[in-house]
């Protein structure tokens, strides 16, 4: 019953810009952190960023902090990855994910039960 619908990636040249959105079904009443997985070929899973419910905490891995901005639209059930000053090793499958816990921040991948479909992301040098 629970689905992440994802927006689809793209190419993008190294330096640019691109958006995320995550939109989550079957969650409206439901307390949920959301965050961002990535998985890039030959590399581990790594959970690159997350929002609390309220949005007073998030979390951005050293890889991309500064670079990406979480933003959420609880109205819409939407949350949103600004992706800035693109770099070549940013090339993954971006995976949206969520946990119906508390609401509050949590770190690991692991910890988050809803995944989306994964979209590829893929920055040239």
């Known amino acids: 019953q629970v689905q992440l619908v994802e927006s689809e990636g793209g190419l993008v040249q190294a330096g640019g810009s691109l958006r995320l959105s995550c939109t989550a079904l079957?969650?409206?009443?439901?307390?949920?952190?959301m965050g961002w997985v990535r998985q890039a070929p030959g590399n581990e899973r790594e959970f690159g960023a997350g929002?609390?419910?309220?949005?007073?905490?998030?979390y951005y891995a050293d890889s991309v902090k500064g670079r990406f901005t979480l933003s959420r639209d609880n109205a819409k059930n939407t949350v949103y990855l600004q992706m800035n000053s693109l770099k070549p090793e940013d090339t993954a499958v971006y995976y949206c994910?969520?946990?119906?816990?508390?609401?509050?921040?949590?770190?690991?991948?692991?910890?988050?039960?809803?995944w989306g479909q994964g979209t590829q992301v893929t920055v040239s040098s």
């Open positions: 994910a969520a946990v119906t816990r508390d609401g509050r921040m949590y770190y690991r991948s692991s910890e988050y039960p809803y």
């Open positions: 079957g969650l409206t009443f439901s307390l949920y952190t």
């Open positions: 929002i609390s419910w309220s949005g007073a905490s998030t």
